[in-house]
């Protein structure tokens, strides 16, 4: 019983790769939601994905209180977040609904015109894969790891540090569920295409982000 949780904000022209990948699974998830926070580009999907609830916010929450009030209207024993920018491979959902533990993590292929720019902001985590990039999170946190819903409740979205530019809400998550003592299990298998490409940097409003990524 996992639900899954696409979550967009200016990624509207993206978002429909993200659903098909989640419609065309082995298996399906038992309960797809899509939520807009407040960007408006995404009025044109409930009518060609009747089978998914979507919620389009007229204003903007934020990722913490967005995210709380998503997760607060989850009723599956497990729920994963996903940005509406990646894409799930196919089998990913029939390999985590075998999930026992408490959070379920697997590995990461990192794509899209931005790619390279992973190696410079993880220096040597990744290695090159079939074009993209392989990205080894054996046992290690990421934002769109499978958890066990009730826990991740008892727990709540927040920040991870009152200061800084990213909240961190998906990295509080991770350590207080380990602080309870949240058993985790690893796939190795990469099931998550991470889609690196110009929006990551500009939804933050940081004007060092928004000038042209250079890499070697």
Request: glycine content about 6%; hydrophobic content about 35%; overall charge negative.
């Amino acid at each position: 019983m996992i639900t899954a949780v696409i979550a967009s904000y200016r990624y509207g022209h993206l978002a429909a790769h993200c659903i098909e990948s989640l419609l065309s699974q082995t298996q399906a998830p038992t309960k797809i939601l899509f939520v807009d926070d407040g960007w408006g580009d995404c009025q044109h999907l409930p009518m060609l994905y009747p089978s998914v609830e979507f919620i389009l916010r007229p204003k903007n929450l934020g990722t913490v209180v967005n995210f709380q009030d998503m997760l607060d209207r989850v009723e599956t024993e497990y729920v994963l977040f996903i940005g509406a920018d990646n894409w799930l491979r196919s089998d990913a959902i029939e390999l985590l609904s075998h999930a026992k533990t408490d959070i379920v993590t697997y590995d990461i292929m990192v794509t899209g015109e931005l790619k390279d720019e992973i190696l410079v902001r993880v220096p040597g985590e990744t290695e090159p894969h079939q074009g993209d990039l392989y990205w080894d999170r054996q046992n290690l946190h990421h934002g769109s790891m499978l958890y066990r819903t009730s826990m991740g409740k008892k727990i709540g979205y927040e920040k991870r540090f009152e200061d800084g530019h990213h909240p961190q809400e998906d990295w509080n998550l991770w350590d207080k569920m380990l602080e309870l003592g949240a058993t985790v299990t690893s796939l190795q298998e990469g099931l998550l295409f991470y889609r690196r490409h110009r929006e990551n940097f500009l939804k933050y409003g940081d004007p060092s982000l928004t000038a042209d990524v250079k890499v070697s």
